[in-house]
């Protein structure tokens, strides 16, 4: 047998403090899905599979950076 009171969780649900800032970040993360999609058709479309992997090869440096900035925290 324990000493102590269970303990519960809380009842309500947490809220997010910004709800409008989180629209925005989710709108700028499409938008910017949506931009990444067009560059690759338009290379794929220009250049064949060459142009998809320079694009590709030029993301490499942006995705180290978000790799990153989400493993500090930012």
């Keep these: ?6 303990t519960h969780a809380p ?4 809220t997010h403090a910004k709800p409008q800032a ?7 993360a499409f938008l ?3 931009v ?3 560059v690759l058709a338009a290379a794929f479309l ?5 142009g998809v992997t320079m ?14 900035a989400v493993s500090v925290g930012k």
């Design 46 to 50: 220009g250049f064949g599979l060459a």
């Design 11 to 14: 009842t309500h649900a947490p």
């Design 22 to 28: 989180d629209r925005s970040l989710t709108r700028n």
């Design 55 to 68: 694009v590709m090869v030029a993301l490499v440096p942006v995705i180290f950076i978000v790799l990153i």
């Design 1 to 6: 047998m324990t000493d102590h009171a269970p």
């Design 36 to 38: 990444l999609v067009v």
């Design 32 to 34: 910017l899905a949506l």
